[in-house]
């Protein structure tokens, strides 16, 4: 049966009973409740009040008596409004006690951060249209599931600190970018995973608002997967310079190396090495020299091992390439800041849909997370 959003007046819950459940036992009393009061004003009250009414009509002395009628019904149903509207609160929240339990278990389910926030988030509504549409979502969103098996939602990032910077025209970080991406990428997806041939939108008319609202932009997203490799990569397809420059240095460290090799390999200079090895300091290619031998090695001293019996050497013969490889890599530097700056600036006039789309997977995400737990 559906997990879904049960109206029992005058509240209502986020799933639905099952034989001998807290819910049960609440609505049994309550409606107990409600029989005793109909009996007590039906039945026992007309009763006390045609008493005193006789007696009213009948006996002189009867106001004493008749006070003391009216006194007692009075006094009785204050008496047991008194000691049953607590009573009656405390049920209503013993009743629901699990519910934690049961929002826990749909957050559970849930792939995104938004989608457990409005697992959390939900409680009891006494608004009909509002629990039936609930109802309507979560029981399309199991036959949806039966039919296309589950939706591709995962896990997004907050993106609330990348829009505001988007909207002050700034420039994102690769991660920033990859996540907005992922964003983008997953409307897609859900967009794709609702218009299969074999489904009828018209079955799954509480959940088609959400897939159509979805905004999709497949120029960034196939933008940015030719531009982007990890977190801490840009592609060297990303612009034309960034491909010049990476090609500039990875032909200058190749002659770096053959120059440090040659020194590393001679019989004039290979007992003076610690390893014959061609490591980087500061930037910067270096050989390993033993420390007595520091002032055979014509050139510049980057670091000293921790124990002080090798220093690390950076010949002359190779310093003015490891210079022009430093400006290389202050140019691909400055190159990728620029990519950054252009790939961020085709996020600028999307920076609602954007905020749309992650509001949509969160709710999307809830819904299909009360389906599974159905």
């Known amino acids: 049966m559906p997990a879904a959003i049960l109206r029992a007046k005058p509240w209502a819950i986020a799933v639905l009973p099952t034989p001998g459940s807290p819910i049960k036992q609440g609505l049994f009393l309550e409606r107990l ?25 009948t006996v002189r002395l009867v106001p004493k008596v008749s006070k003391a009628f009216f006194f007692l019904e009075f006094g009785f149903l204050s008496t047991f409004t008194f000691f049953f509207s607590p009573f009656e609160e405390a049920l209503l929240s013993e009743e629901f006690s699990f519910l934690p339990k049961i929002l826990e278990k749909i957050a559970h389910f849930c792939k995104t951060y938004l989608g457990k926030k409005y697992a959390f988030n939900l409680r009891p509504s006494q608004d009909v249209q509002e ?22 939602i995962g896990e997004i990032a907050d993106i609330t600190i990348y829009l505001k910077t988007l909207d002050g025209c700034g420039s994102l970080s690769i991660k920033a970018l990859i996540e907005l991406q992922n964003i983008l990428q997953m409307a897609e997806d859900l967009k794709e995973y609702f218009s299969k041939d074999f489904l009828l939108t018209s079955d799954f008319s509480a959940l088609e608002p959400y897939f159509n609202d979805l905004y999709v932009n497949q120029s960034i997203v196939s933008t940015f997967a ?75 001293v980057h670091d000293v091992s921790s124990s002080g019996s090798t220093v690390f050497i950076e010949p002359l013969v190779v310093f003015d390439l490891n210079n022009e490889l430093s400006n290389l890599h202050i140019e691909e530097e400055q190159e990728i800041e620029r990519i950054l700056q252009n790939l961020s600036g085709l996020l600028y006039p999307y920076t609602k849909e954007l905020k749309t789309d992650t509001e949509l997977i969160g709710k999307l995400d809830f819904i299909f997370a009360k389906a599974h737990y159905s």
């Open 131 to 152: 629990v039936q549409k609930s109802l309507k979502e979560t029981s399309q969103g199991v036959v949806l599931i039966q039919r296309n098996s589950t939706p591709p």
């Open 33 to 57: 409740f409600k029989i005793w009061i109909i009996l007590w004003i039906s039945l026992f009250l007309p009763i006390t009040m045609s008493i005193s009414l006789f007696l009213a009509l």
């Open 226 to 300: 030719r531009s982007i490799i990890d977190e801490d990569n840009i592609a060297d397809t990303a612009s034309a310079k960034l491909q010049d420059i990476r090609r500039k240095e990875r032909k200058i460290e190749q002659d770096i190396r053959a120059k440090l090799n040659v020194i590393l390999h001679s019989s004039t200079y290979s007992k003076y090495m610690r390893e014959n090895l061609v490591t980087i300091r500061s930037g910067r290619y270096v050989i390993p020299v033993k420390e007595e031998y520091r002032s055979s090695i014509k050139g510049f």
